[in-house]
T-cell receptor, first 117, second 110 residues
Framework: DTEVTQTPKHLVMGMTNKKSLKCEQHMGHRAMYWYKQKAKKPPELMFVYSYEKLSINESVPSRFSPECPNSSLLNLHLHALQPEDSALYLC????????????????FGPGTRLLVL | GEDVEQSLFLSVREGDSSVINCTYTDSSSTYLYWYKQEPGAGLQLLTYIFSNMDMKQDQRLTVLLNKKDKHLSLRIADTQTGDSAIYFCAESTRNNDMRFGAGTRLTVKP
């Protein structure tokens, strides 16, 4: 089973709203990732969690707040977003982030399509 | 440079072979990947190749790796309309994160 699930599938929110995106995997992976993908562009890395600790924050604005409650779950809390934050948000997981072998292969969820009005 | 490069578009007829090319940057990448993305969907891992291999075949997919030229290709035999999608080449970087190409949009005409 190489499934990563994400909810919701679609989300429309106003600039004053607070919402959360959720990601779940049950493959025993210890690294989880948030990516942002704009139309016709490759995914851009936002955050990386390794063993439930934030290991990379790619200069993402504070209106995006990640959370990793346990090794299977990854959340992305959204507050006071801007229209330019509208994008497809992808979650991914890998067995590990350490070098050496297939452990770094990332498996992606279907994404949450976010529209900020 | 720092970019993974791919041509943006490829159009083929149903039943023909498709070849999508990619050049990558990091000679120390241990794995190189091909992902497929259908409209409105996430990325599906299609195949990957370990850097000490020069070819990998998986059913209709053949991956060729030229490590000297840092060139990777994906060949899809007997291309079908269901193969129409964007194909991303990706390399694992020194800190084990993923660097993606811009994606090649494959259109399969009946």
């Amino acid at each position: 089973d190489t499934e990563v699930t994400q909810t919701p599938k679609h989300l429309v929110m106003g600039m004053t709203n607070k919402k959360s995106l959720k990601c779940e995997q049950h493959m025993g992976h210890r690294a989880m990732y948030w990516y942002k993908q704009k139309a016709k562009k490759p995914p851009e890395l936002m955050f990386v969690y390794s063993y439930e600790k934030l290991s990379i924050n790619e200069s993402v604005p504070s209106r995006f707040s990640p959370e990793c409650p346990n090794s299977s779950l990854l959340n992305l809390h959204l507050h006071a977003l801007q229209p330019e934050d509208s994008a497809l948000y992808l979650c991914a997981s890998s067995q590990d982030r350490e070098a050496g072998g297939r452990k770094e292969t990332q498996y992606f969820g279907p994404g949450t399509r976010l529209l900020v009005l | 440079g720092e970019d993974v490069e791919q041509s943006l578009f490829l159009s083929v007829r149903e039943g023909d072979s498709s070849v999508i090319n990619c050049t990558y940057t990091d000679s120390s990448s241990t794995y190189l990947y091909w992902y497929k993305q259908e409209p409105g969907a996430g990325l599906q891992l299609l195949t990957y190749i370990f850097s000490n291999m020069d070819m990998k075949q998986d059913q209709r997919l053949t991956v060729l790796l030229n490590k000297k030229d840092k060139h990777l290709s994906l060949r899809i035999a007997d291309t079908q309309t269901g193969d129409s999608a964007i194909y991303f080449c990706a390399e694992s970087t020194r800190n084990n994160d993923m660097r993606f190409g811009a994606g090649t949009r494959l259109t399969v005409k009946p």
